[in-house]
């Protein structure tokens, strides 16, 4: 249920909210103590490791583990054969942390040991034997669609009707229809209100284009690690690097038939996740082998591992058509979205389908969007999963028709931009929301004014995202000098808990320093939803605040109790208790300090805690405005200036809300430019490293410009939205559009690699 | 496996000589270690030569420069007296990864790692550099470009290293530049690499010249044809022109994942040209 | 009665239908009346990977969310973020 | 597998241990001698993480054999603060919210040290270059060279008081 909201349009002045102290794990963090997911160790701990597919589709005919369990210093070998056979909701995750009969992408795990050392552990997998029988693959999307594929789950999915679909389906026509049942089509997703048709014929300009993208991978620093340690009782303890340790216990739980209640997971820092630490991959294969060898384990991936066997993103194949009037005005627009998702059905093209034009009040619209299975590893949600994709096609497609029409780019996104009652592309009517307020901010900044020079372009590109809300429990205890224990059931992946601290000391009337928050594990607190949809610094401060007030309604009564005056005679304020009113009676306020030191003989210990789905999240739309240069000899794209103007709502720590900006913008720099999945004619993938998956270094990007726009969404206490994930929606399109303009040709594929910009030139002279 | 650190180069061919199966040499380590870790090699001996007097060091010599072999970029890059002869050797062992890639890898190593890629080879051999190889019966000096065979193949025996290069003096009015072209700024394998050590005469006529290109073929190329556009001539735009023509037609690349054919001998043109430039504005003084 | 519409891939699953017309107080309610007069639905409906947009709220996971003839009613499929 | 007996200096402190010849310094740190405030993001020397000096100059301590380090002298991010007295980059990276996660900022720390011991006035072109060989997905790495500016700023300033005083301590305590 919305909370407060009539708070949240009282609420205009903040004394901690809105200022940007030093995060309260940043000591650890800056002095090498802080504790990651592969720092921690136990009593006779063991190495795991695990044995991943050389092939990207092949039947396992046998698998052979006997010299391997005969290895002095081996503990515990397993295979799918130690697993339960789940069916249901789980199987597709169980399968792909140890494959049952068929390996499905090069990396797919089929065997794990533990051993007492890497060495050991090492020479282990070497001795296991297995027997494959190469099938043939497909990793491409499009490839993937067509009759004659290879099939990824043969029988699996009876495709006819979406086959059908896909046939009749809008610019398919007169494609061959299949006749086959079985298909890699998963499932079909249609959007959209009006007549396109009727829409199209009121266009003066229409552009059409058909765009491709790459997959890529979040890249986070940190490689998955985990410490499993399970008793002989059935208990167990795990230590692990994830974005949500609640979902770690009960997908873990499940899959190896252990009560939740028994399964104790406690979550590190965090060394990155952006979507890639929203799911299992090796939790459950290390408790497996704890179980087996009755020794704690610890798994480790490595970043080859990273890159093969966890989560990458999607790539994509998108065709966008858009049309307008002469004086700008879009009149109708349509795309198919054909989006990969790897091994498994999830790809985020519905997402990406539903994104795809929020940003417009558009009266005639239709989209429709397939998921895809390959042979790559399944996909995992990345930073607004599958929006950037869309975003890149269909700004692309705005960003030449304000050519074709010589409109600014700025105006002709502002003449449609979805505004408070627009019934959006994907169904919904919006509330308050402030790309309008992004668009004027982007035209007034100084970026937007400098003269650009030869082969240099400037790109514009608006985004959205959802953002989520989901369950979420807080508790704080008050301790005995009057400072506050904080504990919040979500990960910190970005310096949330700073932003914790923020909104208690706010609802309190203390110092942010007498807040102090922690990562409570899975048995401490009631369940949390994972740190995703950029729903942290909404949820879990929405339900940071309500607990602060619960506590302070607990102050209240032991005040009242003290005074012998009735609680609702009592209020807080400033960081004390005072008599509501004259007639309440004449008492000195007692302070926090005060209450917390005579707690245990007034009443006892005082506590607030609150519970909730939570709801009322507030989107959030991003413009950005991108200069770059390029070498049109070389096909070198240097990025000159960069700015990002994003709706946070408000903003509870500016400061990590800039490097969220930020750090969505270079992630994004990177998917445009140089960073991709790189695949083999074999289906191996030929870049599973740093050195050759380019993301960008320091000397790569220039300083990020960066305003915060301010439009209080009206579900949150202080009007807070999410800031993580839209920050990586328009910078592919934004990028795309400068180096169009420099190039003279629109870029539809990307990475826009130098080679591929080379090309681009060459096919233009022609 | 063995890890031995020997105080001669007498005792180290020693060890290299009697040592069965695979023998691999310490040096920077930026190589080994990364090809050990992904279980491309397994080597038998790790020989770290860096306890051998004088593989650390930079002598003067004949008016030019030896590095020892385990001379670091960092090391070679703080040489004023190198930087100031052989700017163009300097530039490509300083682009060989990061900084901290640079505080241990050697250019020695650089070249006997062997890959086409290597940014220090084209840079080397366009000096005319040598390299010093050691072992059991005799010391040789080859030029650098003969080192090489093939992508991680060299022309050394077993009980052979190199012990160090040999950069020798530069004539006066000579400029060295090594170009190449990555897609990032820092942090990749070249994609294409060009080497250009030019000498002129007072009025500034190409009286030698020396073209190398990297990482478009199966080891740096000496590309005399190059050379030869240049000999005898100004650089005026006309053989830039043809430089660019030739070099991009002396390219045989392969596609891969770092780029296509097309593009290689392209930007192997591009690069050669501009290296030309730079080398003879360096030679100008 | 309140008007449902859909989205994602539930219109396909519902052979193309994109509107109902449901009873229900509250979400569970009207889901369980979707599922009775669309059984290939109901597996949907089950698997609980649906969401529902409520005058333009977006909620999951909440069942008993109340209703009325005058909301802005669409179901769409379950979202993950990142 | 012979093991090596290695006598080193860690952070000041003479360190012995016993390790095979394939660990690499990053892995005897860590797993051997527990001091794991350096990271590993690839063990390839892509990402930094591992940033140590050794003997003062800056290297990833996963390319550094854990075997040929005896008689050296090895800097980790456990060494850089003095007692409770932060380095002024340390102090400067949380000012300017220079880390998200914080898995790389071991790492960009010793990095940036080692720059400002060579170069008390870079430009930010000079940071970053220094700091490629340091991936960072989180920050975009705006704040982390606008705190290294700063610090060096800061840094400049106490050296000119310093000097100017002629006091009798060796300039900033760590402007070397």
Known sequence: MPLDAKTSKDKKTFKSVGTSPIRPDGLDKVTGRARFGADMSAPGMLVGRILRSPHAHAKIKSIDTSKAEALPGVKAVITSADLPKHKGADEDILINIMARDRALYDGHAVAAVAAIDPAVARKALKLIKIDYEVLPHVTDVDLAMLPDAPLVHPGRYDGAAENEHLASGLQEKGKAKSKRKSTNIVSRYDFGHGDVKKGFKQADVIVEHEFTTEATHQGYIEPHACLANVSSDGSGELWVCTQGHFMVRDVCAALLGMDVSRLRVTPSEIGGGFGGKTTVFIEPVALALSRKAGRPVKVVMSREEVFRASGPTASSSIKVRLGARKDGRFVAAEAVLKYQGGAFPGSPVEMGAMTAFACYDLPNVKIVGYDVVTNRPKQAAYRAPGAPMSAFAVEGCVGELAEKLGMDPIDLRKKNAAVEGTKSSYGPTFGPIGLVETLDAAKKHKNYKVKLGKNQGRGVASGFWFNFAGNTCVNINLNVDGTLALAVGTPDIGGSRASMCLMAAEELGIPYDDVRAIIADTSSLGYNDVTDGSRVTFASGLATINAARDCAAKLCERAAKIWGIPADAVKWENGAAHPAGSNAGNFPPLSIKELAAQAHSTGGPIAGHYEVNADGAGPSFATHVVDVEVDPETGYMKVLRYLVVQDAGKAVHPAYVEGQFQGGAVQGIGWVLNEEYIYGEDGRLQNPGFLDYRIPVCSDVPMIDTVIVEVPNPGHPYGVRGVGETSIVPPLAAVANAVSAAMGVRATTLPMSPPRVLAALKSKST | MRYEAPETIKEAVGLLTKARGQSRILAGGTDLMVQMRSGMIEPDLILDIKRIPGMRDIVAEKGGFRVGAAVSGAELGEHAKVSKMWPGVVEATELIGSTQIQGRATMVGNLCNASPAADSVPALIAVGATARIVGNKRTRDIPVETLAKGPGKTILAKGEFVSSVFLPKALPRTGSVYLRFIPRTEMDIAVVGSGVCLTLNPKGVVTRARVSLGAVAARALLVEEAADVLLGNKLNDDVLERLAAVASDAATPINDKRGTVDFRKQVAGVLTRRAALLAFQRAKG | MLTVRLGGSLVSRAGGRTEFQLEGRNIMEMLRHLGQICPELQPMIEKNVVSVAVDGQIYRDALLHPLDPGNEIILLPRMAGG | ?176
């Not at chain 4, 920050?139 to 610090?151: C, E, F, Q, S, W």
Request: charged share 25%.
């Open chain 4, 1 to 176: 597998m012979s093991n090596v007996h290695v006598t080193t200096t860690i952070n000041g402190d003479e360190t012995e241990y016993v390790c095979r010849p394939d660990e690499s310094l990053l892995d005897v740190l860590r797993d051997r001698l527990g001091i794991s405030g350096s990271k590993e993001g690839c063990g390839t020397g892509d990402c930094g993480a591992c940033s140590v000096t050794l003997d003062g100059r800056l290297v990833c301590a996963c390319l550094v054999m854990g075997a040929e380090v005896a008689g050296h002298k090895i800097e980790t991010i456990e060494g850089m603060a003095d007692g409770e007295d932060l380095h002024p980059l340390q102090q400067k990276f949380l000012e300017h919210a220079a880390l998200q996660c914080g898995i790389c900022t071991p790492g960009f720390l010793i990095a940036a040290k080692s720059l400002l011991e060579r170069n008390l006035d870079p430009t930010e072109t000079e940071v970053r270059y220094w700091l490629a060989g340091n991936l960072c997905r989180c920050t975009g790495y705006d704040k982390i060279v606008r705190a290294v500016l700063d610090t060096a700023k800061d840094m400049r300033k106490a050296a000119r008081k310093t000097s100017a005083k002629k006091s009798a301590k060796k300039g900033a305590r760590h402007a070397a």
